[in-house]
């Protein structure tokens, strides 16, 4: 690309600017169609909706009895009972029975006594009307059942049928085209390569769509080319009532999404000062409002929430359902970006009793973060930020009791947390466990700082070759915590099976035509590459790619694959998952770091025993690499 | 009905023994099937879900900028930049192009200068693989997306595509039968007629199906008839996993539920302490569940909720969303019924900042209950109810926002409240109406004991023919509150245009082969009534049916149309929706008394405005009897 074809922004609009740009668009004119009561579940009324009949539409019974004239049973009591004729004085009835005249009141079954097949007897009078339900108790016909813009719930389509409506007036549901651009995209069916990206931006809205309510009209991802962009903007304005273009929102030369507005319509913005989601553009087409929403998953997600789904809201009229907040603690600081408004993902949970919050990846690319956040906090722009402890409000995405029984481990990653994580999924008791990936120190630190309950390490005491214990002195000490013993499993040296060396020592990290791939600082395998480089008296400097450094041993086998580089250090496990050949350099102690105060709850319980069951045992030989002894024991400090 | 066809409950089990029961029936198989990604959405995974491809697939660029390789460019400064050439040093990029060997970083196209078309300067040296995605930065291939038995959302799909994820294993849709039952029960296609009833619980059900993540196989009515029920019963038990008998399950002689189930099956349970809901049956036939349902919409709405939700939800091993609870101030005595668990519908009011609760009919065929709930309250079975102003828990039904922007309304009932309503929804501002209707001198009640914000009255001074001002003189005697004006409304006297008099005076009140219906105690109509036989010094006990009490005008027109009352008095307005005949006796003010701290809110302005709007005048002028003189001034008292 050259520089002169760059686009700029136009703006840098605050959010609330950009909602105001949004409501000037006419969305808000009713647009409404007949529908079946029967299928309006969710869908919007666009008028009130008062009763056609009256429910009951007759006078009935209330009880299983008789019915009487309450006029005619004055002078019962218990002293002198009173004795009635069937179908002269009583009839007997069902609930739901019609009450005919002369009759006006119901005795319960359990209220008379039989004489014999045609005389009862009472105790008591009846009282005017007693347990009969008048016609029109529930619903009087006329009577207002649901008001205009209500969303109708199951309880609404039971009590608008009683009432006698067979069919309403609902608001059309929005009909949204989305238009993914871009050369590299694929659809999900197609086979990824080198230079592809497969589009699942496009069907995640496809879903969001549903959700909110709206049609969605998809095309298939077209391809950097301003005409052809065009002529599909064009046609989906056309067809639909909202146009979201997806990528190529931003400045680049390939961005034609403010271009084609231009050219066709109004450009109304383009950039927000939100993070992420900044590269947005809005425009009007014919009247109809078009989006220009950015690639990256992240952004695209919080864009397409804030604008496309706004939109629809406006277009349906509906009561917009408020997002439940709670207060927790913050665990690290969270910078302010001063020009953004920033959408930080939470990770939360219960330490101690208190809700902690802890941010998680701020890229605009990484889907998992979405994917395992629990809330969101919005760091306003020209904020300070909030600083650790700071107790702050997070947005809440998952269930605040699915959070209460999260076991919340940070530290070294092992492909084991994912077993145990599906073992826990599967028992039929409350516990979750969510991990984060920061390394063995990382996850030392956090467990100090309130941020988790357990801490997965491997720690290498370089002096005494001992592994965790005399980490857990080091830096916790007077931190009252125990030591579960997890599993022994097998670092090495990973490579590609059709590499050009055959691997057989440590020597190989010498040579400097091999293309090495470090791990982050502060991780269990970090020391251990740094331990095993003095031990062999190996310049860090003379190896090529020392300083890439990556925060897994997934990430290190899946660079050694795809040949960015040549050799890594990991777990046995990774590289069979990308099945490559693995040079054995030692066993290391990979055990858990646990609050005490945590160790009574049912949900490390869960934990626990999920640890110490045969079925994790044989699903981590199926892995190899691993060795299980003592597994699950606690160890106190 | 005969006595001795009736049958006797089985158990009167509590909750949680019901639910054990529910447990010991194996719903927890897992029934999985393969379903595209991009048809997952609520669906639940049966298994953990792997990642397949890493994303990025590739090391990509994170920026617009150009690519270099980093060790190159380690002595440029701003002193001394660096310059470099097109295709041999650097080449440009854009966000997500793949990076090839040998670059290993890239600079911003904002931190670069162009000289020429192939030469450009930089003044900072880059860092090692600086803005590159690595393959995987987002997801490594292997990676886990998401475990077992969670429920997919549209970011989950996002990521799943992303993951080279097409298709996955999920639980499969549970079918749920629902079999209607009831000679008087007609489609909601047919017309209503004297001892028919509209089939509405079926149709809830399957909405209710639908949002739990079922199929639904409704069957048309089937009538009482044993052999029938019992045939068509054993035809949904082969045909689906859950099978739901619609009424019939009580004690009546035409309750053939347990008798069915006992007979193709196992009875497993008959009668739960509950209330509403209590006739619930628990069997099982083939090991297919099948329940009965109550009849009564709020006790089958309960009764479904409990038991069959929560066998799906057993079916369908979804992590269970948790109802939000607040905490309120109950604004009236609840007692407790002892022998049953309670749930009890709740009105709730943001009053004086505090949240209130108010009960709501407590009767199992009042619909409107249920659809104007704002929540419900448990009373628990053996507890003692719960006093005035105590603080209890209630299970939110509505959204809390909603809540606190509801304007909350008891007293006198009128059309016109349906139509501000109406009128408040179909602004865009955050304003509701909520209306409960117990007649003036309960409205007045309720305003001073805080349940309300407004309170709708029309209150005649016996001695001075004054409405409203003396009542609050009275009544409201040091308590902080305004009168609003609303209307002037015609009261008179309603009957059918067939009815054999022709009625030209309140001389017909004195004729006892006239039937009459009354209006309960505390209503303005009430008070109207027995002024007016007062001053005609007419006796209430020579009226026939003036012991009948029905609690709105449109109930009193209702009866008077359906025949089982042949004159009765109320507003011009309820008899025109009835299209019945009218003899006015008088002019009435129909006002509001507010508190004095609700006139401040948005909420209350928004009120006041639909109230003064030309929109409203020509509404009401429409219905007739309306009269609107200072509508919407405030008198400060």
């Known amino acids: 690309m050259e520089k002169h074809e760059r686009n700029i922004y136009l703006d840098n609009k605050d959010l609330s600017e950009a909602i105001d740009i949004l409501k000037s668009i006419s969305l808000g004119e009713i647009r409404k169609e007949k529908a079946d009561v029967c299928d309006a579940l969710n869908r919007v009324s666009a008028e009130p909706i008062f009763a056609c009949v009256s429910s009951p539409f007759y006078n009935s019974s209330a009880m299983d009895g008789i019915c009487v004239c309450f006029e005619k049973t004055m002078d019962a009591n218990e002293k002198r009972p009173l004795r009635l004729k069937k179908n002269i004085d009583f009839e007997y009835v069902n609930t739901g029975d019609v009450i005919r005249q002369p009759f006006n009141g119901v005795i319960m079954i359990e209220d008379i006594v039989e004489i014999d097949e045609e005389t009862i007897e009472i105790y008591e009078p009846c009282s005017p009307w007693q347990h009969i339900r008048n016609i029109g108790e529930d619903i009087v016909a006329s009577e207002l059942i649901i008001p205009a813009f209500h969303k109708i719930r199951a309880v609404d389509i039971g009590a608008l049928l009683a009432g006698g409506v067979r069919e309403l007036e609902v608001i059309k549901r929005p009909v949204v085209a989305v238009v993914p651009t871009g050369s590299e995209i694929i659809d999900y069916t197609e086979d990824v390569d080198t230079g592809k990206i497969i589009d699942s931006n496009s069907r995640m809205f496809e879903a969001m769509i549903k959700e909110a309510g709206g049609e969605c009209e998809r095309y298939a991802p077209v391809r950097d080319d301003y005409e052809l962009i065009k002529k599909t903007v064009k046609e989906a304005c056309a067809k639909s009532d909202i146009v979201v273009i997806g990528a190529g929102s931003s400045a680049g030369s390939k961005d034609y999404t403010k271009k084609v507005i231009e050219e066709l319509g109004e450009l109304l913005l383009h950039g927000v000062s939100i993070k992420p989601g900044k590269p947005t553009v809005i425009g009007k087409i014919d009247n109809k409002c078009v989006f220009g929403i950015p690639g990256y998953p992240v952004s695209s997600y919080f864009a397409f929430n804030l604008f496309v789904i706004s939109a629809m809201d406006m277009m349906l009229h509906a009561e917009k359902k408020t997002k439940r907040k709670v207060k927790a603690v913050l665990t690290s600081r969270v910078y302010s970006s001063l020009k953004h408004l920033e959408f930080v993902r939470i990770k939360l949970g219960r330490v101690s009793g208190k809700l902690v919050a802890s941010p998680l990846s701020r890229g605009a690319g990484v889907t998992m973060s979405l994917v395992n956040a629990d809330g969101v906090l919005r760091v306003p722009k020209n904020s300070e930020g909030y600083e650790t402890g700071e107790l702050v409000e997070v947005e809440l995405l998952k269930d605040i009791q699915y959070i209460d029984n999260t076991l919340v481990s940070i530290g070294s990653h092992d492909v084991m947390l994912d077993i145990l994580n599906n073992r826990l999924h599967k028992q039929k008791r409350p516990a979750n466990l969510s991990s984060s990936h920061v390394g063995s120190m990382g996850g030392v630190l956090a467990l100090k700082s309130?941020?988790?309950?357990?801490a997965p390490i491997h720690l290498l005491d370089e002096k005494t070759g001992e592994y965790n214990l005399s980490a857990i002195e080091k830096y916790l000490n007077n931190f009252d915590c125990v030591l579960i013993k997890g599993v022994k499993r097998t670092q090495g040296i990973m490579y590609r099976k059709d590499f050009k060396h055959k691997i057989e020592s440590k020597e190989i990290l010498r040579n400097e035509d091999v293309v090495f791939v470090n791990r982050q600082k502060g991780s269990g395998t970090r020391?251990?590459?740094?331990?095993?480089?003095?031990?062999?008296?190996?310049?860090p400097k003379g190896i090529n790619g020392y300083r890439r450094e990556l925060n897994t041993h997934m990430m290190v086998a899946s660079a050694v694959k795809s040949g960015s580089a040549d050799i890594g250090i990991g777990v046995l496990s990774a590289a069979k998952a990308m099945d490559l050949e693995f040079l054995p350099i030692g066993y290391e102690e990979y055990d858990f770091i646990a609050r005490k105060d945590?160790?009574?709850?049912?949900?490390?319980?869960?934990?626990?025993?999920?640890l110490k069951s045969d079925e994790f045992e044989s699903e981590l030989k199926k892995l190899g690499g691993y060795s299980l002894e003592n597994t699950g024991q606690i160890v106190e400090i």
Request: charged share 30%; glycine share 4%; with cysteine.
């Open 450 to 454: 309130g941020k988790c309950h357990i």
């Open 527 to 539: 020391i251990l590459v740094d331990y095993l480089l003095k031990n062999e008296d190996i310049d």
């Open 598 to 610: 945590v160790t009574e709850s049912e949900m490390f319980k869960c934990f626990l025993d999920c």
